[in-house]
């Protein structure tokens, strides 16, 4: 994948997507909205063959996973085999346990997703890691976040810097994409916004995120993929992913 590209992440369709039949009919709703690229999360169980034929019937691109970080470490021959099936050109660790929580954790998690890493790229594939807020507690000074990427190998350890929960930890998205430009190949959007006095997902664009200097960050950053997510949506999944694509329209991203 040569040029920027928006993509939906499925997780935010994860309670249509438990079995074959309801994976096919939800892809066909993604195409329909306008997606032409998926990034795959949150599926039922289904044959990695029969996932990438209802892919290309719908002409949908499913060329990144969210994978987990036990099956990168303890299945990393059978997961490069099911990228190779579907064409992924990324692999996402998008969830770490509590036990890595803290400075040796961090440490330790950026050797292992280092030697992971350097195993996948042999076959072209990338792997990324996905934040959330808790890698902004500090430790000696540092972010999580910071240790795990000072601490790994930038050959083999790449960013998905997500812009909710980077502000939902007390930071700045746009500044926190420049600080890993040329190493953050994709971002994951979706908006913060308040009600009754509580944080909550919205869509791109309709919360209180600056859109403006996170898209020109990214894009300064060399991203790649604009990946849409929400976890918990405050309407019906689609029409949010929806709203998310054609805010990004909006916002200069075709």
């Not at 063959?49 to 021959?77: A, P």
């Not at 000074?141 to 812009?163: F, H, M, N, Q, V």
């Not at 960050?217 to 976890?231: P, S, T, W």
Request: proline share 3%.
């Amino acid at each position: 994948m040569k040029e920027t590209q928006i993509a939906a992440q499925l997780y935010t369709l994860r309670d249509y997507l438990q079995t074959p039949k309801d994976i096919a009919k939800t892809l066909a709703k993604v195409r329909k909205i306008g997606y032409r690229i998926v990034q795959l999360s949150g599926l039922g169980k289904i044959e990695t063959k029969e996932l990438k034929k209802i892919l290309d019937g719908e002409g949908l691109v499913g060329n990144s996973t969210h994978t987990s970080l036990e099956r990168l470490m303890n299945e990393t021959d059978l997961v490069i085999e099911e990228h190779k099936i579907l064409g992924a050109e990324y692999a996402v660790c998008p969830w770490i346990p509590d036990e890595y929580h803290n400075l040796a954790g961090y440490r330790r998690l950026a050797r292992e997703l280092s030697k992971t890493g350097k195993i996948l790229a042999k076959h072209k594939i990338t792997l990324c890691y996905h934040n959330h807020a808790f890698e902004f507690e500090k430790y000696d000074k540092k972010t999580g976040l910071e240790i795990l990427y000072s601490e790994s190998d930038p050959r083999y350890l790449k960013a998905e810097l997500d812009t909710y929960w980077i502000a939902y930890g007390g930071g700045d998205p746009a500044t926190w994409c420049l600080k890993y430009s040329g190493r953050f190949p994709i971002a994951h959007l979706k908006d913060l916004g308040i009600k009754d006095n509580k944080q909550l997902y919205l869509e791109v664009g309709e919360g209180n995120l600056d859109w403006k200097s996170i898209i020109a960050a990214c894009k300064k950053a060399g991203v790649k993929l604009y990946a849409v997510e929400q976890d918990i949506c405050q309407r019906d999944p689609l029409e949010s992913l929806k709203i998310s694509l054609n805010n990004l329209h909006g916002f200069g991203l075709k």
